[in-house]
């Protein structure tokens, strides 16, 4: 075993070298991978703001329903105030240059 090790040295250095390098780039892509997820996570919740809950539905409902909610007495107790919002999925093209963007969340 020894005597193979040694005579193909450069093979076995190339083999460590390369298993090395792989390694780090995973390494790499994973802690990447890690910190934009954060950071898009961090953006999200910074735009969003004190959001705590949503109501989503198929269909569209009136934008009176978040005023109604608020004069509840138990929803005052609960929430600070309700606001009507748009989420649709859609696409978006830029006027310049046509290119496209398929999945664009829409807020209104």
Known sequence: ????L?????INLAVVLGA?????????????GDSVRGSLR???LERLGDIDYALVSERFFRAALAEDLMQSPRF???FYR???AILLSG???????????SQVEITG
Not at 1 to 4: P, S
Not at 6 to 10: A, E, F, T
Not at 20 to 32: D, K, R
């Open 76 to 78: 005052r107790d609960l």
């Open 1 to 4: 075993m020894k005597k193979n």
């Open 91 to 101: 696409s978006a093209v830029a006027p310049q240059n046509k290119a496209r963007a």
């Open 6 to 10: 040694l005579y193909y040295w450069r």
């Open 20 to 32: 090395a390098i792989a390694a780090a780039v995973l390494t790499g892509a994973l802690l990447v």
């Open 42 to 44: 961090d953006m999200t």
């Open 82 to 84: 309700a606001a009507p």
